[in-house]
Nanobody, 124 residues
Framework: QLQLVESGGGLVQAGDSLRLSCAAS????????MGWFRQAPGKEREFVAT????????YYANSVKGRFTTSRDNAKNTVYLQMNNLKPEDTAVYYC?????????????????WGQGTQVTVSS
């Protein structure tokens, strides 16, 4: 059974940076697309970023484009989300997810495994 564990969240000030990590265990993830989603209190889970199995193709939500970068290290079974110039509206629980698809996947329902989430809080 594959498990995804996020880390790297925390409390930061507006303009700061954070790097989230998502480590996969129990199964190799190198053939699959990975995604990042977030959910703020009272809001639906929203797509943030996705990366294909090779790491050569990525896609971002407009709200984070130019500030966030996702990457992966298949040798370490880990995917990353580098978040720069954080804003208070980025405050949410961030989740990583794995899709059996190998390409770009933005729809939550196409993801097969989810992590438990890590809290990111950005103060103004």
């Amino acid at each position: 059974q594959l498990q995804l564990v996020e880390s790297g969240g925390g409390l930061v000030q507006a303009g700061d940076s954070l790097r989230l990590s998502c480590a996969a265990s129990g199964r190799t993830f190198s053939s699959y697309a990975m995604g990042w989603f977030r959910q703020a209190p009272g809001k639906e889970r929203e797509f943030v970023a996705t990366i294909n199995w090779t790491g050569r193709s990525t896609y971002y939500a407009n709200s984070v484009k130019g500030r966030f970068t996702t990457s992966r290290d298949n040798a370490k079974n880990t995917v990353y989300l580098q978040m720069n110039n954080l804003k208070p509206e980025d405050t949410a629980v961030y989740y990583c997810a794995l899709s059996y698809s190998s390409g770009i996947v933005t729809i939550p329902g196409r993801y097969n495994y989810w992590g438990q989430g890590t809290q990111v809080t950005v103060s103004s």
